[in-house]
């Protein structure tokens, strides 16, 4: 019995024969020189794959309009083959060195994919799998190259594999697979978000496992703890199978809370929020039964279009849609809605905003600097906010504040789209509450400053962990010192509840820590009521703090806090 540990990427517990997929052999692109009497038929020969490509995933687009994360990633896949801005740079390089078609097309992929590796977000370096898995299936078809065919894993397979393409992924989901088990891979991956969508057990991060692992071997994908085990003995195995039996009745378990407040053994009321990226997520909020939104972020929708459509949802019109679609799918229950949260990248590049690269991006231009600094930006979007406003229970935050003078600014612009809105005789609601995320050490230690400026506070942990110990956790070398737990943060966290209470006015908290079981002990204890988490984790949260007394949350939380 072999042990590997590794990150997950989706929980749950899966048991199967491993199915080691191949290593991918490296296509073999040629370099060559061409002349200008060739150009057109080559740029022929581009268009008519790209073509191929498209109408392909064009035809699971249509396939897939019941399952919205599959639909969203063929959509996205169809953007970015459909991407104007793409296209016209891979031309004038084309033009430029007059080398053939597919070489030229290899380079400026890996380009793109490289520019977003480097950009200092997670979510965007992400992407750069999807870039190269769309336009590698375009460069297949120029190459008339043939792949290992995903289609042969025989269902119930534990796949073993280098990395996994999202395309692949879904074709795995029709298959019940058991597991994944992944040496490259991301938790905000398309892969990990598809596995999670579809209840596939994944660790990823799994150092050389395609070699370790042979196939037909009895294989357990532990996602709950980030494990993965080979060849299990008799009792491992009967332990495993007992605990996917439990996983199975707590999930059924877990249903009647659905409908349930969410309340303490002693009946202290929590509201439990749900974080969303899309309109979509707010349906899946409402089935879990949220008590509102926590945390809206809107940079995902500006994420998703294509450059040529970038300007879209920088339009007025547009984001009042999408705002407003959210607010009444909600059905009158509270919606916080963020400001553009977004750094130097290109993906959301257009006329109203403009970005460089930076040499770190998370301390850089980003979120409320970025907004500050491209301030009609920021006015459309309170415009949009505004109006929509008046179909539900609206709130607007602010991220990444640092000092109360960014707090006057924005508030400075949210009155000019007012003063516009009113002049122009439009709709809108004049009294929506402004408030800001507390991210930074900065923001926690003069809390009761801008508590003065602000009508809420929402802790975002997992910025505000990053920032206070140093640490980025998207780096494998330095990742297992990202503490949540760390004194220093804990202290800030506890600080900023402090002055809330004082200034009276509400409180959040919307990163990771108020999703996972140990933490949301703690930030009750210490006096959290409002926690915004994943829409999944929910109905979880709420079985778990029925389960407590308040004077046993803060005995637990006074533990952690060193009697602090």
């Not at 119930?156 to 597991?179: E, F, H, Y």
């Not at 070699?211 to 996602?223: A, K, L, R, Y």
């Not at 459309?380 to 229970?393: D, I, K, M, P």
Request: aromatic share 6%; charged share 25%.
């Amino acid at each position: 019995m072999n042990v590997f540990l590794g990150t997950s990427a989706s929980s749950g517990i899966g048991i199967g024969k491993a199915f080691v997929v191949p290593e991918t052999v490296k296509r073999i692109i040629p370099r060559n020189k061409i002349s200008e009497s060739d150009h057109a038929e080559q740029w022929t020969r581009l268009e008519k794959s790209l073509a191929n490509v498209t109408a392909d995933i064009a035809v699971k687009m249509e396939e897939s309009k019941e399952d919205k994360i599959q639909h969203q990633l063929y959509e996205t896949y169809f953007l970015m083959l459909n991407d104007p801005e793409f296209i016209k740079e891979l031309k004038k390089s084309f033009e430029t060195h007059s080398l053939n078609i597919e070489f030229v097309l290899d380079r400026q992929t890996e380009k793109y994919a490289n520019q977003l590796r480097s950009s200092g977000n997670g979510y965007l370096a992400e992407r750069a799998q999807d870039i190269c898995d769309i336009f590698g299936k375009v460069l297949d078809d120029l190459l008339d190259y043939h792949p290992f065919n995903i289609e042969t894993v025989p269902d119930g397979s534990v796949i073993v594999a280098t990395q996994m393409n999202p395309s692949d992924t879904i074709v795995l989901s029709k298959r019940k697979i058991a597991g994944l088990a992944l040496t490259e891979g991301g938790v905000s991956s398309h892969v990990g978000i598809l596995a999670r969508n579809f209840g596939i057990p994944a660790v990823f991060a799994l150092d050389s496992i395609t070699s370790q692992i042979e196939n037909g071997q009895t294989v357990v994908v532990d996602g709950n703890n980030g494990e993965v085990i080979s060849n299990p003995d008799k009792l491992a195995l009967e332990d495993f199978q007992k605990k996917i039996n439990q996983e199975k009745e707590r999930r059924a378990a877990l249903e009647k809370y659905r409908t349930l407040p969410c309340t303490t053994k002693d009946g202290v009321r929590f509201l439990l929020m749900a974080n969303i990226g899309t309109v979509e997520d707010a349906k899946l909020a409402m089935e879990e039964g949220a008590d509102g939104i926590g945390l809206f972020r809107t940079e995902f929708l500006f994420m998703s279009q294509s450059s040529g459509d970038r300007s879209n949802l920088f339009n007025e019109e547009a984001q009042f849609k999408a705002y407003k679609t959210v607010l009444e799918t909600m059905q009158g229950k509270p919606v916080t809605i963020r400001t553009l949260d977004a750094g130097g990248d290109k993906l959301i590049n257009s006329p109203e905003i403009q970005t460089k690269e930076e040499k770190n991006p998370l301390m850089g231009r980003r979120a409320i600097r970025l907004s500050l600094a491209n301030p009609l930006q920021l006015k459309t979007q309170f415009r949009a906010l505004f109006r929509a406003a008046v179909f539900g229970e609206l709130k607007i935050m602010l991220p990444l504040i640092t000092s109360t003078d960014q707090v006057k600014a924005a508030l400075d612009i949210a009155q000019k789209a007012k003063d516009e809105l009113t002049q122009e005789g439009k709709v809108f609601k004049n009294d929506v509450p402004i408030g800001i995320m507390v991210e930074t050490a900065a923001a926690a230690m003069i809390a009761d400053c801008l508590a003065k400026q602000s009508a809420f506070f929402s802790i975002g942990t997992n910025d505000l962990t990053q920032y206070t110990i140093g640490v980025d956790r998207e780096n494998a070398d330095v990742s297992s010192l990202y503490n949540e737990f760390h004194l220093a943060v804990l202290r800030l966290i506890h600080h900023t509840i402090k002055e809330a209470e004082k200034a009276q006015i509400g409180l959040s908290v919307c990163g990771e820590m108020a999703s996972r079981t140990d933490s949301v002990l703690v930030l009750s204890g210490m006096g959290v009521r409002t926690l915004s988490m994943s829409p999944k984790q929910i109905g979880v949260v709420k079985e778990l703090l029925s389960h407590f007394t308040i004077e046993e949350l803060r005995a637990i939380s006074s533990k952690s806090l060193n009697l602090l």
